[in-house]
Structure formats: C-alpha cells, structure tokens
T-cell receptor
Framework: DAGVTQSPTHLIKTRGQQVTLRCSPISGHKSVSWYQQVLGQGPQFIFQ???????GRGNFPDRFSARQFPNYSSELNVNALLLGDSALYLCASSLQGQGRISFEQYFGPGTRLTVT | GDSVTQMEGPVTLSEEAFLTINCTYT??????LFWYVQYPGEGLQLLLKATKADDKGSNKGFEATYRKETTSFHLEKGSVQVSDSAVYFCALRIPNTGNQFYFGTGTSLTVIP
C-alpha cells in the first residue's frame, strides 16, 4: 500500500510569493495534519483536518491556510512568504483524529521549501 | 502549556553500546507518548508508543516506559547498531484534543563501527 505522498519534493520561492503544498493520505485515512519542521528543530503543528473540517490550528499566522478535499487529500497554502517560512513541511495522516484513542500518525517525506 | 523536553545532542556511540535518550513532558490531562525516528532525507516514522502510565512501548530493540510520577518517557536500547544512526523525537498527544502532537527538538544519534 502507498504511504502518505507529498508534492512537490522541493520548492524554491521568493519573498512575498504564495505557495501551495499537496498531500495524499494513506487510503482509508480521514485525518490529515500539517507540520512545519525548521532545520534542527522538532515539527511544529500547523493544522489538522478531519472529515474535511478544520479540527485544530497551531500558533501560525493567518498567512497559513489549508483545506481538505472530499477524497481526503489536502493542500497547505502560505501567502506572502517570508524568509522564516523556509522549512520542511510534513503531512501526516491517521485513521481518525478525535477521541481518547491515539491513532497513529503516518508521516510523508515532506516538502522542502526554500524562500530566498 | 503542553510540551516535551529532550536531551540535547548530538550523541555519538560505538556499535553495541547502551543508549539512553531522556525525555520529560509537561501536559494537562493524561497524554499518550511516542518516539519517532527520522533517518536522513526521510520523513518521521513511529518507533514506539505508550498510552497510559506504566505502559512500556517496544520495537526493534528500543524500549520506553511511561513514568507518570517523573513525567518521563526515556528511550533505551541495549546494543546500538550503525543502522540506528538517525534523529529521534519524543512526542505527546493529549486525548480529546484532536490529533495535535507536540514534539521535542530531536536528538541526533550517530553510531560508529
């Protein structure tokens, strides 16, 4: 079975531009989460979507937005890019995203975004 | 707030040495605890987990015990191999708060032959 896939693998953008990153979850997974991993740091939570609705949001500015499609794939959009947005953006999928049970998150390989 | 504190790296060990990577947490409620591993150029992979106090997670020779009294989840392996060289992340999730995970800063491990 295919794991979590992300596209593109690498991306170079200029300050002020906009970027869209894409994620396809594992088949049957309905929850998608996005994380930002700055070099040398742990992943920081950006968003979680479950059943096409936003279920959680981390401490990121409104320049960051996301959505989930009926097939459970997801896009992360970042507007007005800053140099500090340079990072590895990780997508993770899980069966569900609510409740006491900790459904395992499966991570994709990430998209490396460089802002110049 | 909820957070995870990991032992600073990098850690360099000889093959077959004993490994401990310390992890402590601060959390409201009763979190689930995880160790993830990131090999060079790859995404994160779940290594092991524990969902309640005194649970022991284990996988591939790695172990970690959920200690509520010391708010810790230290990762151990009795005999490391060169192939264990990677970055290890401790993480927690608070149940009933969606699927938001809080990660530590990561500990880089290099095992030399």
């Amino acid at each position: 079975d295919a794991g979590v896939t992300q596209s593109p693998t690498h991306l170079i953008k200029t300050r002020g531009q906009q970027v869209t990153l894409r994620c396809s979850p594992i088949s049957g997974h309905k929850s998608v989460s996005w994380y930002q991993q700055v070099l040398g740091q742990g992943p920081q939570f950006i968003f979680q979507y479950y059943e096409k609705e936003e279920r959680g949001r981390g401490n990121f500015p409104d320049r960051f937005s996301a959505r989930q499609f009926p097939n459970y794939s997801s896009e992360l959009n970042v507007n007005a890019l800053l140099l500090g947005d340079s990072a590895l953006y990780l997508c993770a999928s899980s069966l569900q995203g609510q409740g006491r049970i900790s459904f395992e998150q499966y991570f994709g390989p990430g998209t490396r975004l460089t802002v110049t | 707030g909820d957070s995870v504190t990991q032992m600073e790296g990098p850690v360099t060990l000889s093959e077959e040495a004993f490994l401990t990577i310390n992890c402590t947490y601060t959390a409201t409620g009763y979190p689930s605890l995880f160790w993830y591993v990131q090999y060079p150029g790859e995404g994160l992979q779940l290594l092991l987990k524990a969902t309640k106090a005194d649970d022991k997670g284990s996988n591939k020779g790695f172990e970690a015990t959920y200690r509520k009294e010391t708010t810790s989840f230290h990762l151990e392996k009795g005999s490391v191999q060169v192939s264990d060289s990677a970055v290890y992340f401790c993480a927690l999730r608070i149940p009933n708060t969606g699927n938001q995970f809080y990660f530590g800063t990561g500990t880089s491990l290099t095992v030399i032959p």
